[in-house]
């Protein structure tokens, strides 16, 4: 390091007088390697959009934003999972706060065969990691954001040929005692639609999906409601925040429904 570099003036390391803490303070929309784990295949590599936050106490005019990815790179050219809560203290260490607060989201893939051909295709959802210690505890939450398809109910008992259907969102938000699979969030929330997606159907498979939907009609209450009930059921689920929406084909609106609950 050079002479004058050692003589730079740290501005954000000058006193604040105005007495207003901050809660986060930090780096976002920071893309980094991620490894996760993978139910068929051990582990999967994937792409992350990060979030790392630390609090700031009021008396401090700034944090050292170098800090953040500093730390990051140090776990090397890939983040591992099980790696999560050392980089949480590590921001703690390296930015003296009480409080560091990270976020990851990332593409999830499967591979999903057919329900009659059994062509394989490859589906994709949103996962999201986050996690925050505050005084040694650990928070962890993770969230599945998955598409699927729903039959209106009152559309299929009122009308002569056919009812109206739609592609809905639902995101899963869970706290667990143990580690779960995303895999089986997935699958805890597609069996809870009326069907649930492909991303490469052929003639026959259209057709099933088609009626198999048609059979299991549900509101969109109806299918936040089949995932709580699934959810209650699981014991490593300690907590649970679920909303679904629907992108309505015959309304200029969509339907929402929520439901959170914590043990």
Known sequence: MSAESTHLKDTQSEPDFRQIAIDRVGVKGLRYPLRIRDKARESQHTIATCALTVDLPHHHKGTHMSRFVEVLNEFGPE?????????????????????????????????????????????????????????GAVDFVVT??????????????????????????????????????????????????????????????????????YDNPVFVEDLVRNIAERADATADITGYCVEAENFESIHNHNAYARIERRR
């Open 144 to 213: 599945v954001i998955v598409p699927v398809t729903t039959v209106c109910p009152c559309s299929k008992a009122i009308s002569a040929r056919g009812a109206h259907n739609q592609r809905g969102q639902v995101t899963f938000a869970v706290r667990f005692a143990k580690p779960i699979w995303i895999e089986d969030l997935i699958r805890l929330v597609e069996d809870s639609a009326s069907c649930e997606l492909y991303s490469l159907l052929k003639r026959p498979d259209e057709k099933a999906v088609t009626e198999h939907a």
């Open 79 to 135: 983040l591992h999972v099980d790696n999560i809560r050392t980089l949480l203290t590590d921001l703690v260490a390296r930015l003296n706060s009480e409080s560091a607060h990270v976020d990851f989201e990332f593409p999830f893939f499967l591979e999903k065969p057919a329900p009659v051909t059994g062509a394989v295709g490859l589906m994709d959802y949103t996962v999201r990691f986050a996690a925050t210690i505050e005084r």
